[in-house]
């Protein structure tokens, strides 16, 4: 603290978050997850969590905008002739992506604390479904 090693690290001059606490941790680590949350940091299940879910969402945006190129395309030409095949194409993208982060899915269930932090495998035909069906 002399040298002034400690004089510019984030969060100087702000209060800690005490009275924010975890009840799943240890209440001895409580102040280091505090500092750790602080810093911008986070465990790393929770960061796994987090991108699977950014990806998942994206892969339902591109689907349900594929859907929807599908439904204009049957609409202006009378039929799925043209169509189906770029619709199809959307699928299969999709159903190797769910494939991928099911896999990351079940990688992140192994690493939770406490298994009411677990998420169940996407089933490809629930998904396209909601899409097909107008459900977000």
Do not use: C
Not at 81 to 98: D, G, I, M, T, V
Request: aromatic share 10%; net charge negative; hydrophobic share 35%.
């Amino acid at each position: 603290m002399e040298e002034g090693k400690f004089d510019n690290l984030p969060g100087k001059g702000k209060p800690l978050r005490l009275g924010e606490t975890n009840p799943h941790a240890n209440p001895e680590w409580e102040v280091a997850f505090g500092i750790i949350k602080e810093a911008g940091f986070s465990l790393p299940w929770i960061e796994a969590i987090r991108d699977i879910e950014k990806e998942l969402d994206e892969a339902r945006h591109n689907l349900r905008l594929a859907w929807e190129e599908y439904n204009y395309g049957v609409k202006v030409a009378g039929t799925t002739r043209y169509a189906e095949p770029e619709w199809e194409r959307a699928r299969q993208a999709f159903r190797e992506k769910l494939i991928e982060l099911n896999k990351r899915i079940r990688d992140y269930n192994l690493d939770v604390p406490n298994t009411r932090f677990q998420r169940p495998v996407l089933n490809f035909e629930v998904e396209v479904d909601k899409i097909s069906k107008g459900n977000p």
